[in-house]
T-cell receptor, first 115, second 112 residues
């Protein structure tokens, strides 16, 4: 499979626990994006990386959230001290920058449920 | 005001009908435009890009009006398999990068 992959696909956790999600982008894609989607809403931008550099963070990304892309390939998104409001689908997308109209390809998402 | 606004629907149409979705965006600096399709509990997938001259892909036609900041999607001869949520998406260039801004999506249900 040469698409974007995410792991785990589902995560159930108790309030206050820490969780970490992983995204593996399409191999030649240098930009990687994280989005969050709640029921009935479109995906909302969280942050993005150009290679290993984190270039932009949304105000949605509180200090409990941290994202890394240490070697410019896969990325992790960690949520510390989870809250029930963090329950959502977390989507990762990747792209080759400068390639036409900048089509982003999405992974299948990680569905987080905080009890 | 939301940056990208869509009628959430649902639009319930019979098979074979023509259906049109509209979308407006607020940021005049928006640079590129897309329609994504999202099936229930799945990730969004690109349906088509939207160009100023209008573009067609089979039964799907997209239009962009930059002056009115308005985007549309027309689906002709709708199929049961077209049932999904259609997301209007705008790409805004931000300091050295770009990000996609999504509407809430319009739900389409095609019925027998």
């Amino acid at each position: 499979d040469t698409g974007v992959s995410q792991d785990p696909r589902h995560k159930i956790t108790k309030r206050g626990q820490n969780v970490t999600f992983r995204c593996d982008p399409i191999s030649e894609h240098n930009r990687l994006y994280w989005y969050r989607q709640t029921l009935g809403q479109g995906p909302e931008f969280l942050t993005y990386f150009q290679n290993e550099a984190q270039l932009e963070k949304s105000r949605l990304l509180s200090d409990r959230f941290s994202a890394e892309r240490p070697k410019g390939s896969f990325s992790t998104l960690e949520i510390q001290r989870t809250e029930q409001g963090d329950s959502a689908m977390y989507l990762c997308a990747s792209i080759i920058s400068g390639n036409g109209p900048n089509t982003q390809y999405f992974g299948p998402g990680t569905r987080l449920t905080v009890l | 005001r939301k940056e990208v606004e869509q009628d959430p629907g649902p639009f319930n149409v019979p098979e074979g009908a023509t259906v049109a979705f509209n979308c407006t965006y607020s940021n005049s600096a928006s640079q590129s435009f897309f329609w994504y399709r999202q099936d229930c509990r799945k990730e969004p997938k690109l349906l088509m890009s939207v160009y100023s001259s209008g573009n067609e892909d089979g039964r799907f036609t997209a239009q962009l009006n930059r002056a009115s900041q308005y985007i549309s999607l027309l689906i002709r001869d709708s199929k049961l398999s077209d049932s999904a949520t259609y997301l209007c998406v705008v790409n805004i260039l931000t300091g050295g990068g770009n990000k996609l801004t999504f509407g809430t999506g319009t739900q389409l249900k095609v019925e027998l």
